[in-house]
């Protein structure tokens, strides 16, 4: 079996990635959320600290996002 690791999006996905887990299809496995892992860093873009901040607002931006009712 291969094992890949994704970036879920939004409650739909997970919950059908649960129903294909209860199927048999797919084994979840529990990961690590580490906002860390999420941020790639390059040598003199930005440092480690101001990326996380950077990803920090990014994260609650998408969450404003998901919540809004149009």
């Given amino acids: 079996m291969d094992i890949i690791q994704i970036?879920?999006?939004n409650?739909?996905?997970l919950a059908i990635l649960?129903?294909?887990?209860k199927?048999?299809?797919i084994r979840l496995l529990k990961g690590q959320n580490n906002k860390?892992?999420?941020v790639s860093f390059?040598?003199?873009i930005?440092?480690?600290e101001r990326a996380l901040e950077l990803?920090?607002?990014i994260d609650k931006s998408r969450e404003e996002w998901e919540t809004r009712t149009i």
Avoid at 18 to 21: D, F, K
């Fill in 36 to 38: 860390e892992d999420k």
């Fill in 55 to 57: 990803a920090g607002k």
């Fill in 7 to 9: 970036e879920i999006r």
């Fill in 18 to 21: 649960r129903g294909m887990e």
């Fill in 46 to 48: 930005f440092s480690k």
């Fill in 42 to 44: 390059k040598k003199g």
């Fill in 11 to 13: 409650r739909n996905a």
């Fill in 23 to 25: 199927a048999q299809i």
